[in-house]
């Protein structure tokens, strides 16, 4: 398969229009990494360091995600260098083609470090054909993860060929058409026996400051009985971002012990209900706003224990504050909070961290996918 290949070097002028087969991409880097070395050293009178902690595969869609997936490389450039492979899936395009670059960058130390880009721009008929090219273009020696930017189908092969070969997969439920539809999707590919690797959303790590406020809200010694009297869980959210109220939902009841029922979607409200460890009915409503964010507005949590009840509500006020209150017998407090949203470059680089299996995501994903199995009643 024959491909065109366009070599780049960030601190060097630039080399292009070279044209060599798929199969020489590994060659053709080795070339450039001796290149931008002579060239470094040259002018700058220093040997850089090639600095590699992982490969990166980010796989993207259209203008706009080239542009989130270039925005999050020149991010993680600055602290987890890595070779990156971008594949942009091309509806015009007829074959297989490539651009590679070195980037290199001053560290903190003065030593001048660089890691290495491939851009590879795939028609969508030769997608069966990106895994044996990924599979030789991987640092072997680190650790592997995959993005899939946007819209992605977990049954096709190349979703699962190239899953094989990395460590970690990233996607970011939120920006898929039939978010409910993935997510089910996605915890039956993790429950799929023989699956070695681990796997996360982007949506339940925006969510993570949320999670935090509830459990430490709940951690008082008046509150702390309350938590186990759960009886309603109303959360609001921006249309894109019903899967990270789902999550939600569904890490509450893997932490609380709760065995998720059924669920009914009426209009823009999903109802479902759980029941409690110690029996009792909890009543959970996930409501779809009007609303131009992408992110969850409010959760409200009404406990009861005997006689006292306890309230919270976490509402959003802007893209950077939240506001917390807090109702138990005799106590009302209110706290507005720094919550400013993670971008995705931020999002990403989190995600890069992790190494092991998120037990907690895997088990709210489960409870929040059972809800989804019962589903009843009109979209």
Request: aromatic residues 6%; negative net charge; charged residues 20%.
């Amino acid at each position: 398969m024959a491909s065109t290949v366009n070599r780049t070097a960030v601190v060097v002028p630039a080399i292009r229009g070279r044209s060599v087969s798929v199969e020489q991409l590994p060659l053709e880097l080795a070339r450039l990494w001796a290149e931008v070395s002579a060239q470094v050293e040259a002018e700058h009178q220093q040997i850089p360091i090639q600095t590699n902690v992982l490969t990166l595969i980010a796989v993207a869609r259209g203008p706009l995600e080239q542009r989130i997936v270039r925005d999050t490389l020149q991010h993680l450039a600055e602290v987890q260098p890595s070779r990156a492979i971008a594949v942009y899936i091309d509806n015009v395009a007829d074959k297989l083609s490539a651009d590679i670059s070195a980037m290199c960058r001053p560290a903190t130390d003065g030593r001048i470090t660089c890691y290495e880009v491939v851009e590879l721009h795939a028609p969508p008929q030769q997608l069966d054909a990106l895994p044996s090219v990924l599979h030789e273009l991987e640092l072997y020696d680190l650790p592997s993860f995959i993005w899939w930017v946007g819209e992605v189908d977990l049954r096709s092969n190349v979703f699962r060929s190239t899953a094989r070969l990395v460590e970690r997969v990233i996607i970011d439920t939120s920006r898929c058409e039939d978010a409910a539809a993935v997510l089910q999707e996605y915890a039956a590919f993790l429950g799929q026996e023989g699956n070695t690797c681990t796997a996360s959303d982007l949506t339940w790590a925006r969510a993570t400051s949320w999670r935090e406020i509830v459990a430490q809200s709940f951690d008082s010694p008046l509150a702390r009985d309350l938590l186990w009297g759960i009886q309603n869980v109303e959360i609001d959210f921006d249309p894109p971002a019903e899967t990270q109220a789902l999550l939600f939902a569904g890490w509450l009841a893997s932490r609380l012990g709760w065995d998720p029922v059924l669920a009914e979607r009426r209009g823009s409200t999903l109802r479902a209900i759980a029941t409690a460890a110690n029996g009792s009915t909890v009543a959970v409503a996930l409501n779809r706003q009007a609303s131009a964010g992408s992110s969850l507005r409010s959760i409200r949590i009404l406990a009861r224990d005997g006689t006292s009840t306890a309230r919270m509500t976490i509402r959003r006020r802007d893209d950077r504050l939240a506001s917390v209150l807090m109702e138990t017998p005799g106590i009302r407090q209110e706290r507005v909070i720094p919550d400013a949203r993670p971008g995705i470059p931020d999002l990403v680089s989190a995600e890069l961290l992790a190494h092991t299996r998120d037990r907690v995501f895997v088990e709210a994903l489960r409870c929040a996918t059972h809800w989804l199995s019962t589903l009843k009643g009109n979209a």
